[in-house]
């Protein structure tokens, strides 16, 4: 369930940043053009200015000016500009002049070129008001005509930045699919290396005491003294306990656990006997427990010693070929209660330090990567603590662990 909810809330985080992306490219967009365009009409807004107060001197009221002065400026814009002229009317076939920077298909002053240069007028005044150029009327009564009218467009740069957007929004999608993708194939190679890991780790589990029971079925096949039948008989009901704490553990860590108040010094002390109990007789490691004071923890003990029992495990395969030293420390500071599991073995490499608590990783050539992964589980997820790697080299390794007293 927590992980459905946490692959949720990635896509949903994933969704909302390429939301706020594709919000951001709109918006810089639209500014980008508005400034442009913007920019475009104030520069025909003076030209118009310009050449309409030039054209209320009687001496420049001839096309000669516009063409020598005006329109070589125009022609320097780098938008589509259409000048007609009103003073022939509209009715007029050819009432404009050449088009500026724009290519036009058909041929010059065929009836195509006339349609196809009406059709961008049209198109032009759809998206921008045509700015007057205006005169006097040459009458001497002052009155004010339209002599030409400037129509423009956007240069081809906007109609490329407007594109953007569409661009945006299909990267943004392409992006949320993949990484949705990403992320679903991560977590389904990681759900399917805990489940051959939890395979291995319950047949692992169940298999030293099942072997142990199958071997007293053996000898009890034996005659036998009753005091020897007694003694086989208490350790076949060791071996069923031990199965019956196996099952639980498994049932444990993955249903809703139930804490209560424990004692860390007796948890402590009922793992390390375990465990030194179960080393092999050739083997030279020694378990030592420092606990200077009682401390005790709400939680659960089956949990908590399945936690310990790996990490002391790992710490016996990392000291199996020398003089082996496992110290387990207890103290308690402030509201603080720390756990150190140090050992003599060989250590781990600095960029492994967070990779053993992942599900499949493994520095051992039978290694199934899940103990260190169901510690951490056990640790950070059901008991709120944490667990690192505090320090380790080719002398050792010490592992913390912490709980909150509050």
């Known amino acids: 369930m927590k992980n459905l909810k946490l692959q949720t809330s990635i896509k949903f985080v994933l969704f909302t940043f390429a939301l706020i992306m594709a919000i951001a490219v709109l918006w810089i967009n639209s500014t980008i053009i508005t400034n442009l365009r913007e920019g475009n009409r104030k520069q025909i807004e003076k030209i118009a200015e310009y050449y309409s107060k030039e054209l209320s001197d009687s001496e420049k009221q001839d096309y000669t000016y516009f063409a020598e002065v005006i329109l070589p400026i125009l022609y320097n814009f780098e938008f589509p500009i259409i000048i007609t002229n ?88 392409l992006f949320i699919t993949i990484a949705a993708f990403g992320i679903q194939l991560i977590r389904m190679n990681e759900r399917n290396s805990i489940y051959a890991g939890m395979a291995r780790e319950t047949a692992h589990q169940l298999g030293t005491p099942i072997s142990s029971l199958l071997g007293w079925v053996e000898i009890l096949k034996e005659r036998m003294l009753v005091e020897k039948r007694n003694k086989i008989l208490s350790s076949m009901k060791n071996d069923l306990a031990r199965l019956s704490e196996i099952s639980d553990r498994f049932s444990k860590i993955g ?29 030279k ?46 103290r308690k500071e402030g509201s603080q209660i720390l756990l150190f599991f140090e050992d003599n073995g060989k250590g781990i490499k600095r960029n492994n330090w967070n990779d053993i608590f992942r599900p499949g990783f493994s520095t051992k050539k039978r ?39 509050l």
């Open 255 to 283: 249903s809703k656990v139930h804490l209560k108040k424990i004692s860390l010094k007796s948890l402590l002390e009922k793992v390390t006997m375990y465990m030194s109990e179960r080393l092999p007789k050739s083997s």
């Open 285 to 330: 490691t020694s378990i030592v427990l420092s606990i200077k004071k009682n401390v005790s923890l709400m939680g659960d003990p089956v949990l908590l010693s399945w936690a310990f029992e790996n990490l002391i495990k790992n710490s016996i395969d990392a000291t199996s070929n020398e003089q082996g030293k496992i110290f387990i420390k207890l």
């Open 367 to 405: 290694g199934w990567g899940l103990g260190l992964s169901l510690t951490q589980r056990i640790i950070k997820d059901i008991h709120r603590g944490d667990i690192s790697v505090v320090e380790s080299s080719m002398k050792g390794t010490t592992i913390k662990i912490s709980f909150s007293n």
């Open 86 to 173: 009103e003073a022939e009317g509209d009715n007029s076939l050819f009432n404009f002049l050449t088009p500026i920077n724009i290519k036009i298909k058909h041929k010059e002053n065929s009836l195509e070129y006339i349609k196809e240069v009406k059709g961008l007028i049209k198109k032009m005044d759809k998206n921008f008001i045509p700015y007057e150029i205006t005169g006097d009327d040459g009458t001497g009564t002052g009155n004010q005509i339209v002599y030409h009218k400037i129509h423009y467009g956007d240069q081809e740069i906007i109609k490329t930045i407007s594109l953007l957007p569409y661009l945006n929004f299909g990267f943004a999608i």
